[in-house]
């Protein structure tokens, strides 16, 4: 593998297994989720080593800090060589919660709640 001094944001996220693929990477960067410097960045922004993004995906913003570049797609176990996941517990909370609420409320005519829910609102009200 060669030594890079610096990579396009779109190819970097899509080889680090952000998003499954280079055309949803650059999507994310023409929508704005994609954010370097408190500024919105286009997809052909170069990064370097040592650069702090953050990227929205599903309703938290994940803030990562390059470790090493690569502009080849790697295997899962790998990517924690190329990344460091520099996220709050506060936004994973919010994740969490936002996930249960989303369980919790039941579309009209969809039944009643099954054991598994039941169990799951006890668990989060803290009944017994």
């Known amino acids: 593998m060669r030594e890079l001094s610096e990579v396009r944001i779109d190819k970097f996220l899509w080889a680090v297994r952000l998003f499954k693929t280079r055309s949803l990477a650059t999507e994310a960067c023409k929508k704005g989720r994609v954010i370097i410097d408190g500024a919105q960045v286009k997809a052909s922004r170069n ?25 080849n797609r790697v295997g899962a176990k ?21 996930r249960l609420a ?5 579309d009209k005519g969809t039944g009643r709640p099954t054991k598994k829910d039941r169990r799951d609102l006890e668990r989060f009200f803290g009944e017994d």
């Open 47 to 71: 990064i370097h080593q040592g650069t702090v993004f953050s990227v929205k995906k599903e309703n938290i913003y994940v803030m990562l800090k390059v470790k090493k570049l690569l502009d």
């Open 78 to 98: 790998l990517v924690v060589d190329f990344l460091e996941d520099l996220t709050t517990d506060e936004e994973y909370e919010k994740f969490e919660l936002d």
């Open 102 to 106: 989303k369980q919790l409320n039941r």
